[in-house]
C-alpha cells in the first residue's frame, strides 16, 4: 500500500504512521475491533454532527472501559444480567482488538474463540493508547509553554 486507505474509525494505526507495525492481518482485526465496539455501545464510531475530535473512536473505548473496570453494568440500557455479560464479553474482545500495537491484538481466530469460549477466561486488556480523550488545546498550548522555558 502507497497510501492510508479505509473507513474512518475503523483503520489502524499502522496504516498511517508505520512506527507503530506494519500493515497485516491484525490491521483488519483492529477494524473488526471497531466493529463490535460500534455494536456494543449502538453507535457509529465517527460522528459527523459530534464535530471535528469527538469520534466515538476515541471517546467510546475510553468511556466503556472505565465501566469495564468498575465491574458495574456497561450501559445503562441494559437490564438483564445476561445482557450485561453478553456485552462485557463482546467489549473486552473488543478491546484486545483494538491494542495500539498490533502484536499486542488477538488473531481472528483467537478472536472467534474468545466469543465463543467462558468469560471468565477473559482478562481485562491494557487501556487502548488511542482511547483517551484528547487534551484541550489551551492544556496543550500551557504545556508546550512551560517545556520551553
Not at 498511517?16 to 449502538?42: A, C, P, Q, T, W
Not at 471517546?59 to 465491574?71: A, Q, V
Not at 481466530?109 to 486488556?125: C, Q, S, T, W, Y
Request: glycine share 8%; net charge negative.
Amino acid at each position: 500500500m502507497l497510501e492510508a486507505r479505509g473507513t474512518i474509525g475503523y483503520i489502524a494505526p499502522e496504516v498511517f504512521n508505520r512506527n507503530f507495525g506494519g500493515v497485516s492481518h491484525k490491521s483488519d482485526v483492529y477494524s473488526y475491533g471497531m466493529l463490535i465496539l460500534e455494536m456494543v455501545g449502538g453507535r457509529k464510531n465517527v460522528d459527523g454532527g459530534v464535530g471535528s475530535g469527538h469520534t466515538s473512536e476515541i471517546y467510546f473505548p475510553d468511556y466503556i472501559y472505565e465501566r469495564l473496570k468498575k465491574d458495574e453494568f456497561l450501559l445503562n440500557s441494559l437490564t438483564t444480567l445476561e445482557e450485561n455479560n453478553n456485552a462485557r464479553k463482546m467489549t473486552i474482545v473488543g478491546l484486545w482488538c483494538i491494542q495500539t500495537n498490533p502484536k499486542q491484538r488477538p488473531s481472528i481466530d483467537e478472536v472467534i474463540e474468545m466469543l465463543e469460549g467462558n468469560m471468565e477466561a477473559l482478562e481485562i486488556p491494557p487501556k487502548p493508547f488511542f482511547s483517551s480523550p484528547p487534551r484541550s488545546p489551551a492544556i496543550m498550548f500551557n504545556t508546550s509553554q512551560e517545556v520551553s522555558n
